[in-house]
């Protein structure tokens, strides 16, 4: 079993910058491919950005490319969604995901329990 923690969300104005982290536990964190999602009001979850177990392959979103980057620090087992250029359109709730897997799936196995980011105009 994985345990996943959000946390970093807030408000932020558009232009700005923030940084989401998520602490990962119950599992060697190096075997886990890590990812991050969004959910905006009314819509489906969406994918935002993806990092297989070492870090070296990342993969993003059209609609974050060159804004977002993630980022794992496999000693603190915490993954990164650093986020810049925010815009209103960004505001969503983010989940952190995980898969005991070499990459993400499109169903991560695991789910964090969310953390807002709210960007204004």
């Known amino acids: 079993q994985v345990q996943l923690v959000e946390s970093g969300g807030g408000l932020v104005q558009a232009g700005g910058s923030l940084t989401l982290s998520c602490a990962a536990s119950?599992?060697?964190?190096?075997?886990?491919?890590m990812g991050w999602f969004r959910q905006a009001p009314g819509k489906e979850r969406q994918f935002v950005a993806a990092?297989?177990?070492?870090?070296?392959?990342?993969v993003y979103a059209d609609s974050v490319k060159g804004r977002f980057t993630i980022a794992r620090d496999n000693a603190e087992s915490t993954v990164y969604l650093q986020m810049s250029s925010l815009k209103p359109e960004d505001t969503a709730v983010y989940y952190c995901?995980?898969?005991?897997?070499?990459?993400?799936?499109?169903?991560?196995?695991?789910w964090g329990q969310g953390t807002q980011v709210t960007v204004s105009s």
């Open positions: 995901a995980a898969d005991r897997k070499v990459v993400l799936t499109t169903s991560p196995e695991y």
């Open positions: 990092s297989n177990w070492s870090g070296r392959s990342t």
């Open positions: 119950g599992r060697t964190f190096s075997t886990l491919a």
